[in-house]
Each structure stands twice: as C-alpha cells, then as structure tokens.
C-alpha cells in the first residue's frame, strides 16, 4: 500500500469514498465530500493524502488550515476515511500517521472533531475550554507538538459550513 498526495486523476474517487465510508456514521451530513472539493477548489488543502492499493485508491485524508483561539498555525484533519470493505487493515492508522509527520515540519499541532476512542491512539486529547459550538466537548481534540496546551474555540475553514468566526 502507497500513501501518497492527491492527483487529478484520483478526484472521482475520494469523493465516492469519503462519501461511502462517512455514511456509516450516525453523525455523518452527507456533504463531506462536498467540503473536501471546496477546500480544494479554494487552495485550502494543506494536505490530501489518499492510501492506494494495487492502483485503487483505499483510503483518503485531508487537512486544512485552522485556529485555535486566537492561535493559527493549526492543522484541521478531516475527512478521514477508508473504504468499508477495507477497515481494520491499518490504512486509517498509516494515513494518521504520514499526515502527522508532515503537520509537524509545519504546524503548532493537529485537530479535529471525531470519536476520541480511535485516535487517543494517535495522541490527540480534549483540552477543556476547546471547543466548537454545538459538539460535545470529548469529540473536539487536539495534538499539540509543542505541548502546549491550546485555549479557544477550534476554527474550520468556512468550507465546513460551521459559521464561525475567520
Ligand atoms: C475510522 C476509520 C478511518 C478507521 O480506519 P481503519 O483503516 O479501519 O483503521 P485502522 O485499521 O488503522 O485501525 C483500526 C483500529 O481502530 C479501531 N477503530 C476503528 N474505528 C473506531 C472507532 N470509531 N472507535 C474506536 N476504535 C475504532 C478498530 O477497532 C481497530 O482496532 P484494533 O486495531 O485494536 O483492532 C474507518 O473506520 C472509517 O473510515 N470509518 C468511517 C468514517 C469515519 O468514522 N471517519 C472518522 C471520522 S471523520
């Protein structure tokens, strides 16, 4: 399996996959996909990592640009998704852990809203007072390279439609 950056050519199909694999989740608003081709289409892509295998592609994450208070520099990751079929074969942890390693040569840390079961793992953690409105505060996380505790309200790009302050 090849963890690489996103071509042209692989567009369709991170689209169909974040789509398949977002819908098994109770949370999921069907327009991740959507989200993932406005960040693209505005240049807010800071990663888009797809996982292929034998020439298919398996797996799919992003990152864009994001605050944390009135911190920039942040990392936002998501959409993570695999394809169904192809869960529990380590290519969710793989990308995690390829996009990790590229955030660190250029951010203050990672973040993300998910399910802290899964990526305790990578060691992401809630920080009381980090928080995005309307979620439950142990969803939001953060991986701070420095160690440094962050403070503020976790900012997305505005393709994740979440109306917040940019
Ligand atoms: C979450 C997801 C990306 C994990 O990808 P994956 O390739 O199956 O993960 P890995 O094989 O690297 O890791 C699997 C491990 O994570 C665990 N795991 C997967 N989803 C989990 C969850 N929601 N909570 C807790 N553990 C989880 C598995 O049980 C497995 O544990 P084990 O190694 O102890 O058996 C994948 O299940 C997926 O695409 N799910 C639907 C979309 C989604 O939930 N995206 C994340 C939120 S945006």
Redesign the pocket.
Known sequence: MLIRNETASDIRAISHLVTE??R??AQ?TGT?AGIVERLRAEGALALSLVAEDEGRVV?YLAASPAWIGDQKGWGLI???????S???????????AEALRRLRTTCKGAA????P??YV?FGFQAFPGVSVAGCPPEVVQALPFDGIEPHGELIHHPAFGLDQRV
């Open positions: 694999a977002l098994m989740l999921s991740e797996g998501g959409p993570l998704a695999v394809l169904p192809r869960h529990r074969q380590g290519i969710g942890t793989a990308l995690m993300l809203v998910g399910d079961a899964y793992r």
